[in-house]
């Protein structure tokens, strides 16, 4: 069974704003079969910043969402549910999850429901939190 890969909202700007390939770095930590995944909030947001956000968060979230339709990432819905997206990945969250995010509070959050975490080190590569 593939693992999911849920890609929180900061992560998915850390290309725009570090320069780092999240995608190669996922290939290289997560060693089983694996399909990455947004939550649709996780939409709004970057559209939301991609319009009103000082110009480099504006780049990185322009940038990540032409990294999402490239890569086709798979949108997790949660259907109208007025829940934050925080909220939102830690109700998918399960053992066979990775969660890739720089949110403190969601990494406690998720930990507690089995899911692995995945960070950003020293602004240039990816790595297995625990």
């Known amino acids: 069974m593939k693992k999911k890969v849920i890609l929180d909202t900061n992560f998915l ?3 725009g704003q570090f320069m780092v390939d999240i995608f190669t770095e996922l290939a290289r930590i997560v060693n089983e079969p694996f399909e990455m995944c947004i939550v649709d909030q996780s939409m709004i947001e970057l559209n939301k910043l991609a319009a009103t956000a000082k110009e480099k968060d504006r780049f990185a979230a322009k940038l990540a969402l032409v990294l999402i339709r490239q890569k086709n990432l798979k949108t997790l819905h949660s259907f109208g549910n007025k829940k934050s997206v925080d909220d939102i990945i830690v109700t ?3 053992a066979n999850t990775y969660v890739a995010t720089q949110d403190k509070a ?3 959050r998720v930990k507690e429901k089995g ?4 960070g950003l ?8 939190m625990s």
């Open 13 to 15: 700007l850390i290309p």
């Open 92 to 94: 998918k969250a399960d």
């Open 106 to 108: 969601l990494r406690e």
């Open 115 to 118: 899911a692995k975490i995945i």
């Open 121 to 128: 080190r020293q602004q240039k590569y990816l790595m297995m």
